[in-house]
């Protein structure tokens, strides 16, 4: 029993260190300069490339901030729209055939998908600018925030309606005082969710954006073509910032509380 328990310790802790070492390496990386073969160390470290970011007037910082706002808004947007249709999807007598439209956005890659997309896009003036790329990436989130909650509305949910609405209650007070405290945790979920898909979108941004609006992940990409591995390195480590404070506020408050 000891024996096995060690072992699975020593597969936990190299898997810990499987995940751990990239971040090391890219925070690493974006305080290195100077680094040429065959030195096996960057030459220098400094804070250069940080001030870059905060007091040299790079354009690091107005892209981090984009794709916050699209980001935030395409979860936001998401999450709601999503929690409402899946209802009415869950209780149609055309369920499956309407959540079978669902997934027709994740048939194609998000390139093909855009290009599909970017004539009516153009038409209606949306290529170039936020507004076009946020709803671009609602086409793809909403339907994934649908599929998310259309499980949750099952038979359980459905009897505690009816015994609201049985007393006395109205449709609006079952949501707010039956219905939503049940769905709080899961709608957290899906809005993490849907915050990760919009943030770390790469081909409907690329294509619906023109190339106008810098996402960080567009800077990323960037970097990584000019091969400034330095730049990018920063530009990863705020990518990843995001993600770990979800994750921190998905175990501290999410988990703990289902305990």
């Known amino acids: 029993m000891s024996t096995t328990f060690k072992k699975r310790n020593i597969l936990l802790w190299l898997l810990a260190i499987s995940f751990i070492t990239p971040i090391i390496t890219l925070f690493f990386l974006s305080f290195s300069k100077n680094w040429r073969f065959p030195a096996i160390l960057p030459q220098q470290f400094t804070f250069e490339n940080w001030s870059y970011l905060f007091f040299s007037g790079g354009n690091i910082a107005p892209s981090f901030l984009i794709s916050l706002v699209i980001a935030l808004s395409v979860a936001l947007f998401a999450t709601l729209l999503g929690f409402i249709t899946s209802k009415?999807?869950?209780?149609?007598?055309?369920?499956?055939?309407?959540?079978m439209l669902t997934y027709f956005p994740f048939a194609l890659s998000p390139v093909i998908?855009?290009?599909?997309l970017k004539y009516y896009f153009i038409k209606m003036s949306l290529t170039g600018n936020v507004q076009g790329i946020i709803l671009a990436q609602l086409i793809i989130a909403f339907p994934y925030s649908?599929?998310?909650?259309?499980?949750?509305?099952?038979?359980?949910?459905?009897?505690?309606?009816?015994?609201?609405?049985?007393?006395?209650?109205?449709?609006?007070?079952?949501f707010r005082k039956?219905?939503?405290?049940?769905?709080?945790?899961?709608?957290?979920?899906?809005?993490?969710?849907?915050?990760?898909?919009?943030w770390f979108e790469f081909g409907l941004t690329s294509i619906i954006g023109y190339g106008k609006v810098e996402t960080l992940t567009i800077k990323v990409y960037q970097?990584?073509?000019e091969a400034n591995i330095f730049y990018a390195a920063l530009s990863c480590c705020l990518l990843i910032l995001p993600p770990v404070i979800l994750l921190w506020f998905n175990k501290k408050f999410i988990i703990q509380q289902a305990k």
């Not at 998908?113 to 599909?116: G, I, K, V």
Request: net charge positive.
């Open 146 to 174: 649908v599929i998310f909650f259309t499980g949750f509305w099952n038979q359980r949910i459905k009897q505690y309606e009816d015994l609201v609405s049985t007393l006395g209650g109205t449709t609006s007070y079952a």
């Open 88 to 99: 009415y999807i869950a209780y149609h007598k055309y369920r499956k055939k309407l959540l």
């Open 113 to 116: 998908f855009a290009l599909c």
């Open 178 to 198: 039956i219905v939503m405290p049940i769905a709080k945790s899961l709608i957290l979920v899906c809005f993490f969710q849907c915050f990760l898909i919009s």
């Open 223 to 225: 970097f990584i073509t």
